[in-house]
C-alpha cells in the first residue's frame, strides 16, 4: 500500500475555489451515505473539506470518486489498516485543515471497535432501507473479524473497548445483540463464538475485580445480564467462572466470585479495612455507613438479578449455577470451624474467601428465599424437604443435590451407629436448595463476622483498660499514643463488621428467613411419615401441642445443627445492635421463633446437643421486651410487641419448665459441658428468670414445680425443681467464692502498685503486670456479674416458695451457704475485698449483703432452716446478725432489722436446744455415724453396688448433683438403695433411752 499521507502532505492542499471546481457536480445518495457512514472517501477534495479519511488506493484502483456497497467491502479493509498504524486521527486533522466545516466525527476515530461502533450507530439510525442491511452486514462481518482475531489490531484491547461501549452507549446493546446474531449466522456458530465470548468475559472480569463498593458502575451488572440472556454464552459464563481447583479462595478469583467481593469489607482475609478512618467522628461515621448501606443493598439487588437471569436460562445453566454455589460453600466450609473463626490474623484464612463475599453470598441467596419466607408466604416453606442434607455425595447427583458435604453435618438427634441409613427423598426442589444454602451461607459469613465482632467488641474493652492503666502510669510514654493509634484502628474495624452486618434490606429478609425456618421446625416435628414414603416434605400444616407427642421423627436425624446457631445468633445480634426490629416486625413474626425455641430448649430426645439447648435459652432472652443493660436509643419503639410473646402466646405456659429443663440438662450426667461455658450459657437464663418472675401467671407457674417437687421428693428421678434449686446453691457457692478470692487478689495487687514497687521494675514486667490485673479483674466482673444474678434468684424465689429450700436434703446446704457469705461481707475480713473502683469490676457487696438477708428473712419462720443455720460450725457466731444489721443501716436496709432480730433470737433459742440433745447422743457408736457427714443417721440405707450405710437424706443429697454411688462411681437412683432396717431400729433404740436423760 502506497503512502497514505502522500495525497495530502506532498502536494499543495487546494483553495475553495479550486475544489468546487473538482467535486462532481453530484453525489449518488448511496456514496453520501456511506461516506457519513464510514468517514472516508474516494475523493480527495471532498476528503478536505468534509474531515474524511481519504483512501487513494482504493480510488486508484476503482478508478472513481463513488463510494458504493461493494467498493465498501474492500475499502473498510484499507480504513481499518490505518487504525493499526495509528494515522487516522492525524490524517482526519490535516484533512479538515483547520477549515471551520464540520469535521466527520468517525473520521478521526481511532478505536477499532469503537470506529466500528459509529459506523453501526449510523447506519442503524439512517433511513436509507435500501442498502442499510448490507452494510450493516459488512460491519458486523469485521467486527467478528477483529474479535475472532483481536492481534491483527497492535496496541489495541478490542474487548475493553466493547465493554467500554456497552457501558457507555445506548446503542450498545443493540449492537452487542446484532453482533451475537452475526457470529451465530457464521459457519460454525457456537465454536465460532466460543473464544471470542471468553475473552469478552475476562476483560469483563478485570474491570469487576477492579471495582469496589464505592467505585460501583451498576452498568457492568447489566452488561452481564446482556451477555446471559443467550443460553450459550450462559454456558460460556459458567465454564469462564470455574474455580481453577477445590481451594476455596479460588471462587474469589472467577468472574461470578468477584461479583461477590465487593462489599463494606476487604476484598480477601488479609486485605486493609477502609472506611471509617474517622472512628471518633460520629457525624461522619453515620453519613459513611448510610452510603455503605445504600450501596451494599444495590450490589446485593444487582447480584441477584444477574443470578437469576442464569436460573432462567435454561436447566442445564441452572445445574451449573447451583453446582457452582454448591461448591463454593464446600470449598469455604473451613470458614466456619472454631479454629479459623478464632483466627485474627488471616493468614491461616487465607485459603478462603473473604467476610464479605460470604456475606453478600448469603444475602443474594436469602434474596432467592423471600418468595417463600415472606409472611404472606410461609406456607410454601413446607416445601422444604428436612432429608436434604442427609443424601451421599454418591447420590447427590442422581437426587439433584448440588450442595454436597452436608451429610457430613453434626444433625439434631444423631444416629444411633455409624452403620444406620439415614431417610433421604427421591429427588430434591428449588425451594429445599435455596433453603439450606441461604443457612450454609448464613453459617459460614453472617454468624462468622458476628463472632468475630463480639471478640473485637472484647478486644476494644481489654485495650481500653490497658490504655487506662498505662495513663494512669505514665501519661507521657510512647505506649500510649501505640495503645491510642490501635484502639482507632480497631473500632475502624469493628464499624466497617458492624455496618456490613447491619445493612437494612439485608437484615430485614434474615428477620424473614429465620422466623420461616422456626415455623417450619415446628411442622417437622409434628409431621411424620410411613417408612416407605418417597419423600418427607411437611406439605399438610399441622397444630402443635404441649406435651409433645413421645414419638421423635427420623428426619430429626437429617437436619443440620447449624440452623439452629443461625437463629441463635440472629437474634443475638438484634437484641445486641438493632432491637427496634423486632418491634418492626410485629408479634405474628416473633411467634414461630418462641414456639421453635419452647420445642426443642427442654427436649433432649429432639435436640441433643446440651451446648444447643443452652444456646436456645440466649435465644429466648434476645426475644425479651426490655434489657436492664440496653441502651435506651437502641430500643426507641419500646417492647409492646415481644410482650405479647410473653403474655398471650399460646404456648407461653410451657416456658418456666422449658428453662428449668435446659439449665439442669447442661449439667447432668452425659451431657456435662466446661465449667466456664456453663455459666456463661446461665447468664441469660438468670436474666429471663428475671422477668418471668414479674409476670404474675409465669410467676404461679415457678410455685407449682415446687409444689410437685414437694409432692414427688423422694421419686426415682429427682423432680425438677429439687434439681434445679440444687444446681442453683452449687452455682452461687462456687460464684461468689471465686469472686471474693479473685477481689481479694485485685486488692493485693492494688496495694503493691500504689507502694511504687511497680514503677521500679522493667517496662516488659510492668506491662505484663498491668495485663494480669485486667485479665484478673476481666474474671473478677463475669464472676460477680452472676454471682449477683444467682443470688437475686434465690432471693426471689425464697419469697413465695420455701419447702424446697428447707427440705432436708437442701436445708444444710443453703444455711452454710448463706453465713459463709454473710460472714465474709459483714465480718472482720470485708476490708479485703474493698478495692479502689469497685463498679469497674461490677462487685456490689451491699447489694449481696441485702440479698442474702432478705433470703434469711425469706424462710425464718422454717425451724429446720433455722436450726442448720445456727449448727453451721464453718461460719455461723452469735454475733453474726448483729455485724449484718450494722452494715444494713449503713446501705437502706434498716426495714430488714426487725425481722433479723427475730430470726437471730429463734436461732439462738433453738442452738441451745439443739445442743442438749447432741451432748446427749454425743457418744454414738462409730456404725450409727454417717460415712460421709459424720452425723448421726436417722433413716440408713445401703447401697447396692459399694454395700455402704449411709443416712437417706445425705445419699439423697448427693444424687441431685451426680447419680453415681459416691464410694465407686457406679450409676445409682434412690429406687435403689436398702433401707438398712435392723441398723434402723437399733439408732432409734439407742436415741429412745437417752431420752430420759434428756429430761
Avoid at 499521507?5 to 453520501?32: G, N, Y
Avoid at 448440588?402 to 452403620?419: A, G, R, Y
Avoid at 474474671?779 to 424446697?804: C, M, P, Q, Y
Avoid at 457466731?877 to 444489721?885: N, R, T, V, Y
Wanted: with cysteine; proline share 4%.
Amino acid at each position: 500500500m502506497s503512502n497514505p499521507f502522500s495525497a495530502l502532505v506532498d502536494e499543495p492542499i487546494a483553495s475553495p475555489e479550486q475544489s468546487s471546481k473538482q467535486l462532481p457536480q453530484t453525489m449518488s445518495r448511496e456514496t453520501k451515505h456511506l461516506e457519513q457512514t464510514f468517514g472516508f472517501t474516494l475523493n480527495e477534495m471532498r476528503a478536505g473539506e468534509q474531515g474524511l479519511v481519504y483512501l487513494e488506493d482504493q480510488a486508484v484502483a476503482y478508478n472513481t470518486d463513488d463510494l458504493t456497497v461493494a467498493i465498501l467491502e474492500h475499502a473498510i479493509g484499507d480504513r481499518l489498516y490505518l487504525v493499526t498504524m495509528e494515522t487516522v486521527a492525524c490524517m482526519s486533522t490535516i484533512s479538515s485543515n483547520g477549515k471551520d466545516s464540520a469535521v466527520n466525527d468517525t473520521a478521526g476515530e481511532c478505536r477499532v471497535v469503537w470506529y466500528l461502533f459509529k459506523c453501526f450507530q449510523t447506519n442503524w439510525e439512517s433511513n436509507y432501507e435500501e442498502i442499510k442491511q448490507d452494510v450493516q452486514a459488512i460491519i458486523l462481518r469485521n467486527m467478528c473479524t477483529a474479535l475472532k482475531a483481536p492481534d491483527l489490531y497492535d496496541g489495541q484491547n478490542v474487548f475493553v473497548q466493547f465493554i467500554d461501549i456497552l457501558m457507555q452507549e445506548h446503542n450498545g446493546e443493540v449492537f452487542f445483540k446484532e453482533i451475537y446474531k452475526a457470529f451465530k449466522e457464521e459457519e460454525g456458530g457456537s465454536d465460532a463464538i466460543r473464544l471470542p465470548y471468553l475473552n469478552l468475559l475476562k476483560a469483563l472480569h478485570l474491570n469487576i475485580a477492579k471495582m469496589t463498593i464505592m467505585t460501583l458502575n451498576i452498568k457492568i451488572f447489566d452488561i452481564l445480564k446482556l451477555i446471559i440472556s443467550y443460553e450459550d454464552l450462559s454456558l460460556l459464563l459458567m465454564e469462564y467462572s470455574t474455580a481453577r481447583n477445590t481451594i476455596g479462595f479460588e471462587y474469589s478469583n472467577t468472574l461470578l466470585g468477584a461479583l461477590f467481593t465487593i462489599s463494606i469489607l476487604p476484598k480477601t482475609n488479609l486485605g486493609a479495612y477502609e472506611f471509617f478512618q474517622n472512628p471518633l467522628d460520629p457525624a461522619s461515621n453515620i453519613a459513611t455507613e448510610n452510603t455503605l448501606f445504600s450501596n451494599s443493598e444495590s450490589v446485593t439487588n444487582h447480584i441477584h438479578s444477574v443470578f437469576l437471569t442464569l436460573l432462567k436460562s435454561g436447566t442445564k445453566v441452572r445445574s451449573l449455577v447451583l453446582a457452582w454455589i454448591g461448591k463454593c460453600l464446600k470449598a469455604n466450609v473451613n470458614r466456619g470451624k472454631l479454629w479459623s473463626m478464632h483466627n485474627t490474623d488471616g493468614i491461616s484464612n487465607a485459603d478462603y474467601v473473604s467476610d464479605g463475599f460470604m456475606l453478600n453470598m448469603g444475602a443474594v441467596l436469602m434474596k432467592f428465599c423471600m418468595p417463600f419466607c415472606e409472611p404472606a408466604h410461609q406456607a410454601k416453606l413446607l416445601k422444604v424437604d428436612p432429608t436434604y442434607c442427609a443424601v451421599t455425595e454418591a447420590e447427590c447427583e442422581a437426587k439433584g443435590v448440588h450442595l454436597t458435604n452436608l451429610q457430613q453435618e453434626t444433625c439434631l438427634v444423631p444416629c444411633e451407629d455409624t452403620s444406620e441409613v439415614r431417610v433421604t427423598s427421591s429427588t430434591y426442589n428449588f425451594i429445599t436448595e435455596c433453603f439450606f444454602m441461604a443457612h450454609k451461607a448464613i453459617d459460614l459469613g453472617f454468624k462468622v463476622i458476628g463472632d468475630k465482632l463480639v471478640r473485637l467488641n472484647q478486644e476494644m474493652g481489654r485495650i481500653e483498660r490497658t490504655y487506662n492503666e498505662t495513663m494512669a502510669q505514665n501519661p507521657n510514654s510512647p505506649l500510649v499514643e501505640q495503645i491510642k493509634n490501635r484502639m482507632a484502628s480497631e473500632m475502624g474495624r469493628y464499624l466497617s463488621m458492624k455496618a456490613a452486618l447491619s445493612e437494612p434490606v439485608m437484615i430485614e429478609m434474615m428477620f424473614h428467613l429465620i422466623s420461616g425456618t422456626a415455623y417450619w421446625f415446628t411442622q417437622v416435628i409434628v409431621n411424620d411419615f410411613p417408612a416407605d414414603t418417597k419423600d418427607y416434605i411437611p406439605l399438610v400444616q399441622k397444630t402443635l401441642e404441649f406435651p409433645l407427642n413421645e414419638s421423635v421423627p427420623n428426619t430429626l436425624k437429617c437436619i443440620p445443627e447449624f440452623l439452629v446457631e443461625n437463629i441463635v445468633t440472629y437474634l443475638v445480634f438484634l437484641r445486641r445492635f438493632n432491637p427496634k426490629l423486632f418491634e418492626m416486625q410485629g408479634y405474628t413474626e416473633m411467634q414461630p421463633l418462641l414456639t421453635s425455641i419452647l420445642i426443642y430448649m427442654g427436649s433432649p430426645q429432639r435436640m441433643k446437643n446440651p451446648h444447643l439447648r443452652a444456646r436456645l435459652a440466649e435465644g429466648l432472652e434476645a426475644l425479651l421486651p426490655h434489657h436492664k443493660d440496653e441502651p435506651e436509643a437502641l430500643n426507641t419503639l419500646g417492647g409492646y410487641q415481644r410482650e405479647m410473646l410473653f403474655n398471650q402466646h399460646e404456648h407461653r405456659m410451657e416456658i418456666v419448665r422449658n428453662l428449668l429443663e435446659v439449665f439442669v440438662g447442661i449439667e447432668m450426667t452425659g451431657q456435662s459441658v466446661e465449667f466456664e461455658q456453663k455459666f456463661n450459657y446461665r447468664r441469660p437464663m438468670y436474666i429471663v428468670m428475671d422477668y418471668l418472675w414479674e409476670l404474675q401467671e409465669h410467676r404461679e407457674i415457678f410455685t407449682t414445680l415446687a409444689e410437685e417437687a414437694e409432692a414427688n421428693i423422694e421419686a426415682v428421678t429427682p423432680p425438677l425443681f429439687l434439681r434445679f434449686i440444687n444446681l442453683l446453691m452449687n452455682d452461687a457457692v462456687f460464684l461468689l467464692d471465686e469472686s471474693l478470692a479473685n477481689m481479694s487478689k485485685l486488692k493485693e495487687m492494688e496495694q503493691v502498685r500504689e507502694s511504687g514497687a511497680w514503677d521500679r521494675l522493667p517496662i516488659a514486667e510492668r506491662s505484663q503486670n498491668i495485663n494480669y490485673i485486667a485479665h484478673i479483674g476481666m474474671i473478677a466482673r463475669f464472676d460477680n456479674i452472676l454471682g449477683k444474678e444467682t443470688i437475686k434468684t434465690i432471693e426471689r424465689l425464697t419469697s413465695r416458695i420455701k419447702i424446697v429450700f428447707t427440705h432436708y436434703t437442701m436445708v444444710d446446704r443453703v444455711a452454710a451457704m448463706l453465713n459463709y457469705f454473710l460472714l465474709n461481707l459483714v465480718g472482720p475480713n470485708q476490708r479485703k475485698f474493698k478495692v479502689k473502683d469497685s463498679k469497674e469490676y461490677s462487685f456490689d457487696p451491699a447489694g449481696t449483703v441485702l440479698d442474702i438477708c432478705k433470703i434469711y428473712v425469706n424462710l425464718k419462720e422454717n425451724n429446720d432452716f433455722c436450726l442448720a443455720v445456727s449448727q453451721d460450725g464453718r461460719s455461723y457466731k452469735p454475733s453474726l446478725f448483729g455485724l449484718a444489721q450494722d452494715v444494713l443501716i449503713r446501705i437502706g436496709g434498716g426495714s430488714l432489722i426487725g425481722e433479723l432480730q427475730e430470726l437471730a433470737s429463734k436461732v439462738s433459742r433453738l442452738a441451745e436446744e439443739h445442743q442438749v440433745t447432741e451432748d446427749a447422743i454425743a457418744d454414738a457408736p462409730d456404725h450409727f455415724l454417717d460415712p460421709i457427714m459424720s452425723t448421726l443417721m436417722r433413716d440408713p440405707v445401703v447401697l447396692p453396688s459399694s454395700k455402704q450405710t449411709v443416712d437417706r437424706s445425705t445419699i439423697a443429697r448427693h444424687l441431685l448433683s451426680d447419680q453415681t454411688d459416691p464410694f465407686n462411681r457406679s450409676p445409682l437412683t434412690m429406687d435403689q438403695v436398702i433401707p438398712n432396717h435392723e441398723l434402723h431400729s437399733e439408732i432409734h433404740a439407742w436415741l429412745d433411752q437417752k431420752k430420759p436423760s434428756k429430761s
